[in-house]
């Protein structure tokens, strides 16, 4: 019988291309492509005297790790992190949107417990709609509520938007690999293991991560010619 440490424990919600192994590391592929993600984090905390950098690095660093340990366990738990992660990204997002409101430390861990704790309640027991995970519609609007409040700051703060769109582009982009893994149209069984769809995608959210940081950077330029 294949049994993985992981046995027993609640599968998530989601099944992409690649199949599960034995071992501490069930989908390695999708767990490994994820550290890319930390490297980016890395590299992006690295910079220093760069406004969100601190932050942004810190988050993507947790979203990596969350994410190999999802494809690692291939469990509900793991799952959970990853979503989590995700949601204390878009909160990020959403705080950075609000910059102009001059917002006191404890308004912005407000936003911060509510952006991710509430989607991630939700995602712990409604878990899916229909049969879909509901993880991914509560992160779009989170993601729709960012850019829109990004776009009135930008605005305001006569920003560069080149990057900011680069980072969405990248994520488009990734996006569309992790459909075509999802729906099993790319989906090569003999190759997932090393190389498929949703590798990539971590790929381009590393890339995305990266793009971002640079946006931010004229915050600090801004700040710095005032």
């Not at 690295?46 to 994410?67: F, N, W």
Request: hydrophobic share 50%.
């Amino acid at each position: 019988m294949n049994r993985t440490p992981f046995f027993g424990l609640m599968q998530p919600t989601i099944r992409y291309c690649e199949s599960n192994l034995n071992g501490w590391i069930v989908q390695p592929a999708n767990a490994v492509s994820s550290l890319l993600i930390s490297l980016a984090g890395i590299y992006i905390l690295a910079k220093k005297h760069r406004t969100y950098s601190k932050h942004l690095g810190v988050i993507a660093i947790i979203l990596g790790l969350a994410s190999f340990f999802y494809y690692a366990s291939f469990t509900f738990v793991g799952q959970l992190a990853d979503l989590g992660s995700m949601y204390l990204l878009a909160s990020l997002l959403i705080v950075a949107g609000l910059r102009n409101r001059k917002l006191s430390k404890n308004q912005s861990l407000g936003f911060f417990i509510f952006g991710a704790g509430i989607p991630l309640a939700l995602t712990a027991t409604i878990r899916t709609i229909g049969s879909f995970n509901i993880g991914i519609p509560l992160f779009a609007i989170l993601l729709i509520i960012a850019v829109y409040l990004e776009l009135k700051a930008a605005a305001k703060d006569k920003l560069n938007l080149k990057y900011f769109w680069l980072t969405f582009a990248a994520f488009a982009i990734g996006y569309l690999f992790w459909w075509l893994d999802y729906k099993k149209i790319w989906c090569d069984p003999s190759s997932s293991h090393y190389i498929n769809g949703h590798a990539v995608w971590h790929f381009f959210n590393a890339v995305a991560l990266l793009s971002l940081d640079h946006y931010y950077s004229q915050l600090k330029t801004k700040q710095a010619g005032a």
